[in-house]
């Protein structure tokens, strides 16, 4: 078999957030974040790495009881929102 390139897992969440971000369908933002939540329509949800503890738990909670996937990004929330 050929030698595979690995791609690093920064890249690759990166280039699918550009490709989000290109769709048109997300949202920015803690209320809104909630909302979807809520109302079921959300798919994931990242969280940067800079969110306060106590935002953080909440959001996953309620990710938690919506069955819908929680990703925790490495970067910050300026880097994460543009």
Partial sequence: MG?????????NINQRLA???????????YKSTL????????????????????????IEYMAFLGDTAVHSYNGGNSELGT
């Fill in 3 to 11: 030698a595979k390139s690995k791609k690093k897992g920064g890249e």
């Fill in 19 to 29: 490709l989000i971000m290109k769709s048109g369908k997300y949202s920015i933002g």
């Fill in 35 to 58: 909302r979807s939540l809520r109302s079921g329509k959300s798919k994931l949800v990242v969280i940067s790495g800079n969110c306060p503890p106590l935002r953080k738990s909440e």
